[in-house]
T-cell receptor
């Protein structure tokens, strides 16, 4: 089955550590996104990528880094510079060549908690 | 001003009621529009796209007003299972086919017996 997979589902990080969240898709989508969601709030865009080896900062990129070495993969690293990383992280992908119908498909999310 | 704004709610309605959600967006060049549904502690899922002429899918009707930069979602005959958060999404597509999906904060709906 085609889809988008995030791992792990739950992640605990000690203060000062970097952690990497995995996102893999087999939908052959060019565009991939990372969003952060805090309790009772909407999704805020961290980074997005339209093609391999290219990515753009979203609205809250500080303290995060990404790479896009393969079309299928868009990992997110939460660095120690991120002051308040505890949140629900969602990865999404969409077809780049269907601009007017760019439905985004989401992974099941990773809940990151700083301990 | 936020790029996409929604009334956060919550909207508490009885079963069978009709409820309407509104959303405004700030970028007049926005290309496409969607409503997503998000259940508690789950990922968002597409409910419906919003077309210029308006569109209907069963009990759900979406409308777009480009002049006012306004999107709406109407739910008729509400069911208990409609209880969720409804997210307004705008695609600010760039030249070359690049997409940037911007989400509103969501409107929470609670349908009670």
């Amino acid at each position: 089955d085609g889809g988008i997979t995030q791992s792990p589902k739950y992640l605990f990080r000690k203060e000062g550590q970097n952690v990497t969240l995995s996102c893999e898709q087999n939908l052959n989508h060019d565009a991939m996104y990372w969003y952060r969601q805090d309790p009772g709030q909407g999704l805020r865009l961290i980074y997005y990528s339209q093609i391999v080896n290219d990515f753009q900062k979203g609205d809250i990129a500080e303290g995060y880094s990404v790479s896009r070495e393969k079309k299928e993969s868009f990992p997110l690293t939460v660095t120690s510079a991120q002051k308040n990383p505890t949140a629900f992280y969602l990865c999404a992908s969409s077809a780049r060549d269907r601009v007017l119908s760019a439905e985004a498909f989401f992974g099941q999310g990773t809940r990151l908690t700083v301990v | 001003r936020k790029e996409v704004e929604q009334d956060p709610g919550p909207f508490n309605v009885p079963e069978g009621a009709t409820v309407a959600f509104n959303c405004t967006y700030s970028n007049s060049a926005s290309q496409s529009f969607f409503w997503y549904r998000q259940d508690c502690r789950k990922e968002p899922k597409l409910l419906m796209s919003v077309y210029s002429s308006g569109n209907e899918d069963g009990r759900f009707t979406a409308q777009l007003n480009r002049a006012s930069q306004y999107i709406s979602l109407l739910i008729r005959d509400s069911k208990l299972s409609d209880s969720a958060t409804y997210l307004c999404v705008v695609n600010n597509a760039f030249s070359g086919g690049y997409n940037k999906l911007i989400f509103g904060a969501g409107t929470r709906l609670a349908v009670h017996p």
